[in-house]
């Protein structure tokens, strides 16, 4: 997996782009303040068609690895704020309001997967962003999207997106996880990469496994 940093438009901050194949997930904070998800593909990809794309995650890049695994664990765990946020902190009484609210039901389906549906218009019509454990070596991303038009705007014959609102989020304050990774991301290094011994280990199984 390739990463590429680049600077954003705001010019205080980097977005991010993982390339494997013919796939390039696009992480990036836009000038609207929002936060969006977004997968890219050399395939032209119909606008009105119940369609998935997914990207894996694995330990191949134990860093960034682990940062999907922090962002998966703290949405699962309805770890919203944390002892580094503003104001007085109670992890208990966080997790339980958290865990018992509807954005939680909403958002997480019985299976620990985590269902984003894009913050841009109505949830019907909106492509959505999925996040599965799918192993303890791998996280999937699945950009999903459904054969309803858009009452406003349209969808790309490029990619799939998912938009996560800083403000009016469908999901309230799940955003803040999201932020909170992305804050996370802007110290991930293209320049040089210490292996990890995770990746030694993960290379050394999928060579077993394919030989």
Known sequence: ?????????????????????????????????????????????????????????????????????????????????????????????????????????????????????SDDGAAEEEDILKISLVDEDTYRLSFIRNDKPLTFGFKSNRSITARIRTSGSRYNYFYVVFMRFFQKLQDISTDEHQIHFEEVVYTKKYKKDYE
Not at 59 to 87: P, R
Request: glycine share 4%; aromatic share 18%; with cysteine.
């Open 1 to 117: 997996m390739k990463i590429q940093k680049i600077k954003n438009e705001n010019g205080n901050s980097f977005d991010f782009e993982f390339i494997q194949d013919d796939k390039c997930l696009s992480i990036f904070f836009a000038g609207n303040f929002d936060l969006y998800f977004s997968l890219r593909s050399d395939q032209f990809l119909p606008i009105h068609k119940n369609i998935t794309l997914s990207f894996d995650i694995t330990k191949e890049n134990y860093e960034v690895f682990m940062l999907f695994d922090d962002l998966y664990k703290e949405i699962i765990n309805g770890k919203i704020f944390t002892e580094d946020s503003e104001g007085d902190f109670d992890e208990e009484y966080n997790k339980k309001h958290f865990l018992n609210s509807y954005e939680y039901r909403s958002l997480v389906d019985e299976d620990k997967n985590i269902n984003w549906i």
